[in-house]
């Protein structure tokens, strides 16, 4: 690949792009991020990223280089120079480099860097088929709503998910599913209601979740914030997961169980075209 990244103020081609082996964000997953998809050469809710950034930065006592004029600038830049018109910008806040102690250095220039991803977002495949997920025990930390680059739990999961011939997990703790590996859970009961976990430590507060419930909400359609299990899960009439980058996705199978007729579901896609219409009307 030969994209232009942003590395702490420079422009550069990939293969240039140097970080120091002292950065805490390598050596400690000292380190927050947002993804922020592109549609159509435009940002889809960049206002909503930069708030949960801000709320990660807080939580974790860090600070970024540039401030939100910046950031902003900063992603239109890399859009323009790599003439990225869908996909997503990935940025990264890291503490810096410092000497390794576990401690916070009592001063350290943050790190900043940025890069696009090309990705067809609105014609996916995945959309097309749904998806199949498999529960598995939530091995993450306890401070899920800090968006932070420690993933390591996620993507051992992920693995798990792909050698048991399944596409992604869902995470369970407490006999409840908290979220899936990089995205939101969702169902849809036979009744109609929307149904996904409440807000709390325990899921990523998410970006296109958010989206999701107001566009919903001002279909007429009825949303409910709880925990759910698996076995309602594999009752539900539709289920579905949200993130930037999958938009809203189908799940059509739950531990070997199909959902409904084991397609994706009337609502599931009536909420996609929702979400894809409104985000494309507001991206800027
Ligand atoms: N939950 C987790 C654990 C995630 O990693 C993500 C996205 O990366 C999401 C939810 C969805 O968040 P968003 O809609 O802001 O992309």
């Known amino acids: 690949m030969n994209r232009i990244v ?4 420079d422009y550069l081609p990939e293969a240039d792009a140097k970080i120091s082996v002292f950065d805490r964000g390598f050596l400690f997953a000292d380190a927050v991020y947002e993804v922020t998809s592109v549609l159509d050469g435009r940002l889809v809710d960049f206002p909503g990223h930069l708030a949960r950034l801000h709320r990660s930065l807080g939580a974790l006592e860090l600070t970024t280089p540039l401030d939100d004029a910046g950031l902003e600038e900063m992603h239109r830049e890399l859009l323009k120079r790599n003439r990225l018109t869908e996909g997503a910008v990935y940025m990264q806040v890291t503490r810096g480099a410092a000497d390794r ?3 916070y250095p009592a001063s350290s220039e943050p790190g900043l860097v940025a890069f696009t991803q090309a990705k067809a977002l609105i014609e996916s495949p995945t959309a097309a088929k749904g998806i ?10 306890a401070r899920r709503d800090i968006k932070t680059t420690q993933l390591l739990g996620p993507s051992m999961c992920k693995m798990i998910a792909k050698k048991a011939g399944a596409d992604d997990a869902w995470f369970v703790e407490e006999g409840f599913v908290t979220e899936g590996t990089s995205n939101n859970a969702w169902i849809i009961t036979a ?4 149904v996904t976990r409440n807000l709390s430590a325990a899921i990523l507060h998410g970006i296109t979740r958010a989206a999701v419930m107001t566009y919903a909400e001002a279909a007429g359609m009825r949303v409910e914030e709880r925990p759910f299990t698996i076995a309602e899960a594999q009752g539900a009439a539709e289920a579905f997961i949200t ?11 739950i531990d070997g169980v199909p959902l409904g007729d084991g397609a994706p579901g009337p609502v599931t896609k009536r909420l996609r075209e929702l979400y894809i219409a409104e985000s494309r009307a507001r991206a800027s």
């Open 6 to 9: 942003y590395v702490n103020g």
């Open 101 to 103: 102690d576990f401690a």
């Open 132 to 141: 199949r997920v498999i529960s598995v025990q939530d091995i993450r930390w």
């Open 191 to 194: 009744d109609g209601a929307i």
């Open 243 to 253: 993130s930037a980058s999958a938009f809203v996705t189908p799940v059509v199978e």
